[in-house]
C-alpha cells in the first residue's frame, strides 16, 4: 500500500462513512470533515492509520448524531408560533419602545433582514 490518498483510498473511505452516516449526503462532509483532523494530526489515512482513520470518522459521525438529537429535543421543548400573524405588530413595536435608542435600531434593522456587517457598520 502506497503514501498516497488514491481514488480507490477515497472511494473505500466514502464507502465507509456512507455505513456510519443516516443520510447518504451527509457521508461526504463526514469523510472531509476527517480528512481535516487527519491533516491536522499529519496522518495519512492510509497504511497503519487506516485504522485510526476509520476512528475518526466513526467518532465525528457519533458527535454528529449526538448534535441532532440534542437539536431536535431543544426544538420540541420550544414552542414557536403557529405563523407570523400570531406576533402582533403592535407587540414588537410596543417592545421596542423598552429598549435604548441603540438597541431599538439594532432589532429594528434584524427585523428588516440585515445581517451583522450590515448592522454594525449602521
Known amino acids: ?48 492509520n487506516r485504522a485510526w482513520f476509520r476512528g475518526v470518522i466513526r467518532n465525528l459521525a457519533t458527535m454528529q448524531a449526538r448534535t441532532a438529537a440534542r437539536r431536535i429535543r431543544r426544538e420540541q421543548q420550544m ?11 403592535s407587540d414588537v413595536l410596543a417592545f421596542a419602545a423598552t429598549l435604548t435608542p441603540r438597541l431599538r435600531i439594532v432589532m429594528l434593522l434584524a427585523i428588516a433582514g440585515h445581517n451583522r456587517p450590515e448592522i454594525r457598520s449602521a
Open 1 to 48: 500500500m502506497t503514501g498516497h490518498l488514491t481514488s480507490a483510498h477515497y472511494s473505500d473511505l466514502l464507502r465507509f462513512a456512507r455505513r456510519q452516516t443516516r443520510r447518504a449526503a451527509d457521508a461526504e462532509d463526514l469523510l472531509q470533515e476527517a480528512l481535516i483532523v487527519a491533516l491536522r494530526a499529519r496522518r495519512l489515512p492510509v497504511g497503519e
Open 79 to 89: 414552542p414557536l408560533p403557529d405563523s407570523e400573524d400570531d406576533v402582533a405588530v
